[in-house]
Every structure is written in C-alpha cells, then in structure tokens.
C-alpha cells in the first residue's frame, strides 16, 4: 500500500528526531511527503529539507495569510516572520525556484483570527498576488481558508488555477460541494476520527478528488501526541469505512491523485 502526506510542518520544534519520523513513516508505506513553508524563514527551511531528503521529502512554499500581513502568531514551534513580510519578492523567490517545489501554499484567507476589515481586504489583496503567482508558474495551489471558505471560492472560481488544494477544509457542505464541481481537491487530515467536519468531507468528495495529509504536528489523531506522517494510515482506513472500500483501494487512488496534482 502507498501511502502520501501531502501536507506538514517537518520543520516544526516538535519534531526533535526527524529521522526517526520520517523512517517510521517508510515502515507505513509512505512514498511521498510534502513539508510546507508558511513564512520567508520556513520557506527557506522546507527548501534545504526538500534537498536533504528527497525523493521522499518534497516542499511547498507558502504566504501564509496572517504572516503576510504581519499578523502572524508567535510560539507556534515555527521560525516566526519577524521582518517585513515582502510578497512581492517572495512570490519572485517562488517563481526562481518553481522546479524545486511541489506546489504553492499554503495561502489564502483568515478570517478566524482576523477580524478587522481592512486587515481582510489586505488578505484578500495578496490572495489575489498569489493566485495570479500560481497562475503563472503553472504550480499547484494550497489554499488555506479558515472561516473565509466563500471568500476564498469567490477569488478562485474566478482565477485560471488548474489545480486547487483544499488544505484541511472546514466550510459548510454546500461550500464543499461547489470546491469539487470546481475541480478542487480536498486533503483530508488524520485527525478524522474526531473531528466530524473530516468525516463529511471524505463521504462528499469523489475519491478522485481526495488526498491525505496530517498537518503535522497539528491535527493530531489522539490528544496528547504529535501527529506525524505515518498517520494518513489512518485518515486512509476511515475513507475506505466510510465509501465501502479496501484500504488498498483508497491508497492507490490517492496515489494517483497525488501524482496527477503535484508530478
């Protein structure tokens, strides 16, 4: 069975035996892991680990939206963006570098912790740079929209983006529905098992529009442990429940959507 994360922070505190994760994630099945940068400082620091561990390892580079527009939180275990936050010159830094990363992303709206509408639009301003970014490189786009999901389907139903990641997707069903008839792919984290948003996104999307991710070290499958790419073990068996499936159905599909998305 091959199993793919496509989407984790490696270079996160948390993961103080790297090694260790990443062979215990072969041992799963893993084949291909995508480390996303959301920041200048991580951006660089999923680069060298691409370089380091590839094949196995990927990356993708992000504009996270809070820490472009300096909003960014502190203590999250990740290199904060502690300078100006420069889009333009990082969306050129992407461009230099697009044979080296598997996608863009992630990026786009957060409406949870920002509530101020001015600080919204500027949000939505560099949302706008990143897609027509994507739309250009031709790379696949990660899209985070944490309580911004119609916003961020407005922005993109309107774009040129050939390939849309809906990374950890939280928006209603209706919201959800109009993603996959747009052609979006939604990854669906390991924490599935307890978190019922999860669940109804696996039984709505077409397996053919489904990917697996772990948000590492975030979205973990139990309280009290880090999350970890071995874990899309789990997301995979709860798919193939829930679609009346084999384990080994639902991962060589993926399989191939992954390839179909970011190869």
Known sequence: MILTDDHVHLNHKLYTDLEGVLERAKKAGVK???????????????????????????CSFGI??????????????L???????????????????KGEIAAIGEAGLDYHWIKDDALKRQMREIFEKVIECAEKTKLPLVVHSRKAESDCMDMLESSKVK?????CFTGKKKTVKRGVDLGHFFSIPSAINRVPQFSMNAEIVPLKQTLTETDGPYMTPEPGRVSEPKDVLITVKKIAELKGLTPEEVANQIWLNFQEVYC
């Open 64 to 77: 996270y939206p809070t820490d472009a527009i300096g909003k960014g939180g502190e203590g999250t275990g």
């Open 32 to 58: 291909a892991i995508i480390c996303s940068g959301v920041n200048i400082p991580t951006n660089r620091e999923v680069l060298e680990l691409a370089r380091k561990y590839g094949p196995l390892v990927k």
């Open 79 to 97: 290199s904060p963006q502690n300078e100006h936050f420069n889009v333009e010159e990082e969306l050129e830094f992407i461009k230099k570098h």
């Open 163 to 167: 390939k849309v990641v809906q990374h």
